[in-house]
């Protein structure tokens, strides 16, 4: 039986989970975008569906050794859909963490806008926030 590879771009470059993915017994799931669409656009590629399903199958074979083709695949142009951080975030950041505190309100800043666009970030950044605003860590 074939497996089916669903491509979604405009996220994560590569393939970020592939040794789950490659154990799987759901279909995987090729996630392609960040610098490398931005690179296909500014030369003037057309982004079609035939490409990103032969970029797709090419990153399965590579790097899940994924080399028999998918039953059939469905790809979906999801751009601007993960948090890609401008030149000047930290500092940013920095200074807006340093305003709170300065003037002493009573906000957190929590979530993927801020300390990193992974699910585990954002939890993280949430029992952070949660920490600061109640004062102590939570029992274990």
């Known amino acids: ?11 994560i470059s590569g393939l970020a989970a592939s040794y789950h993915l490659s ?25 079609s569906q035939e490409l990103f399903q032969q970029r797709a199958q090419e990153a399965a074979a590579t790097q899940l ?11 979906h142009l999801h751009k601007n859909c993960i948090p890609q ?9 920095e200074s807006a963490r340093q305003f709170l505190a300065a003037h002493r309100l009573p906000l ?6 801020y300390e990193g ?7 993280e950044s949430g029992r952070q926030a949660a920490v600061s605003v109640v004062g102590t860590e939570p029992n274990s």
């Open 85 to 93: 951080y401008t030149l000047g975030h930290w500092q940013k950041l």
């Open 65 to 75: 050794g994924l080399k028999e083709l998918p039953s059939h695949c469905l790809v």
């Open 23 to 47: 154990r799987a017994p759901c279909p995987p799931k090729v996630m392609l975008g960040g610098s490398w669409l931005q690179t296909l656009e500014a030369s003037g590629c057309v982004l």
């Open 117 to 123: 666009v992974a699910v585990n970030d954002c939890i």
């Open 1 to 11: 039986m074939g497996r089916t590879v669903v491509v979604l771009g405009g996220g």
């Open 108 to 113: 957190a800043l929590a979530g993927a806008s």
